[in-house]
């Protein structure tokens, strides 16, 4: 599995505490131009230049700065590191610790120096985690894949499945395939039901091939209610859809042959299809928020809803996704104190309980100020119920 970040990950960036620590964000262009490589790289430069003026502002030593910053610069060096970007960049520095994170979110630039790291920007990827598999499906070719909405990798399968339909059926193969990818454009399914028997035929060989396939990987998806989406050209998709045994196979197919895109390529397609899919729980948890505002299943206010996240009472919360609460925390009395700016005494409050709920396994949300549950507020909590 490809995995860009794990929660593995997020624990230790969260459990990471010191004086001084650095996150940068900043959006990055895909591979490809030196320009935009050089664009890349500008922009990281200056972030640090820009943080290493806060931290003299500081009193932090340059001995110190230079220590942190040395990653840093050699990252901004590295040439082949820059030929490999895809939406942001996440990078966490401090003393002894340097970790970055090339991910398709499109962060804004942002930095933030504080005693820890900021996690916020990373939410996404944690509180959409429905995973799903691909299914790539060819006459000659076999792929299945299994991925979430920030990873793919593929599912080693060639001992469970036959490679392509000529396995299946042998003879006459490539006689037959020609004279059935001949028929015309959106009249596939029309000719394989057509006039001849040949035409019957066929689609009982490629029926036979998708049902082995079928029987080869039931076994290895999952038990629960992963979904299963086949990429194929549209005129196989009902012909699998006979020879699935899957419970969760998703009704929509991934169009056009998946011979034409690499396995990133086919991702991005998969999102598109399953969209509507993958904000579910966000839907769910913002219509359950709006029909149990103002009781006492919901907060709206940071200095309930933070004493609620220490005692593990949060189910669902929902950051304004471009807004900040600056403040304290006192976890020995459970007092919430706010600040109008960032000091060098406080801290993100939005970090802070977005941190804390993903640790204890609830979803957090960022969500723009025109979507907010109740728009009065940054910060909304749906609670957990008794």
């Known amino acids: 599995m490809m995995s860009l970040i794990n929660e593995k990950d997020l624990q230790r960036l969260s459990n990471q505490e010191d004086k001084t620590c650095i996150s940068i964000f900043i959006p990055t262009q895909r591979a490809g131009k030196d320009v ?18 806060e931290l003299r502002k500081k009193d932090v030593s340059d001995e110190k700065i230079q220590e942190i910053g040395k990653p840093i610069e050699d990252l901004i060096n590295d040439k082949s590191f820059w030929r490999h970007q895809s939406d942001g960049l996440a990078i966490f520095a401090a003393e002894g610790f340097f970790e970055k994170y090339t991910l398709p979110v499109n962060f804004e630039a942002h930095t933030y120096i504080s005693n820890d790291f900021y996690i916020k920007p990373l939410v996404p990827m944690f509180s959409e985690e429905t995973s799903f598999y691909v299914l790539a499906l060819q006459l000659e070719d076999v792929e299945l894949y299994e991925a979430t909405r920030y990873s793919i990798g593929k599912v080693d399968i060639d001992d469970l499945t036959p490679s392509k339909l000529e396995e299946r059926v042998g003879f006459d193969y490539k006689e037959k395939t020609l004279q059935f990818n001949s028929s015309s454009p959106g009249q596939g399914q029309a000719n394989m039901h ?5 035409d019957r035929e066929r689609k009982n060989e490629i029926l036979r091939y998708f049902r082995a396939i079928n029987d080869g990987i039931t076994p290895l998806l999952n038990k629960d209610k992963t979904p299963l989406l086949v990429a194929c050209q549209e005129n196989f998709f009902s012909i699998y859809q006979e020879a699935n045994s899957y419970n969760h196979l998703f009704e929509k197919v991934i169009p056009g042959n998946p011979s034409d895109t690499d396995m990133l390529g086919l991702h991005e397609k998969a999102l598109k299809v399953l969209e509507p899919e993958l904000e579910k729980t966000k839907r769910d948890k913002m219509k359950k928020f709006d029909e149990l505002n103002n009781t006492d299943n919901t907060g709206t206010s940071v200095t309930d ?51 804390e709920v993903l640790r204890q396994g609830g979803n957090v949300f960022l969500i723009p100020e025109a979507q907010m549950p109740d728009k009065q507020s940054k910060m909304n909590a749906l609670y957990r119920f008794n």
């Open 36 to 53: 935009l490589e050089e664009k890349n790289k500008t922009h990281l430069k200056s972030l640090w230049k820009e943080v290493g003026n």
């Open 194 to 198: 057509g006039h001849a028997g040949a």
């Open 305 to 355: 809803i933070l004493p609620a996240v220490q005692q593990g009472k949060v189910d669902t919360l929902f950051l304004e996704n471009q807004s900040e609460i600056w403040g304290t925390y006192n976890s020995d009395n459970m007092n919430v104190s706010i600040d109008d700016d960032q000091t060098n005494k406080n801290y993100s409050l939005m970090n802070w309980a977005a941190k």
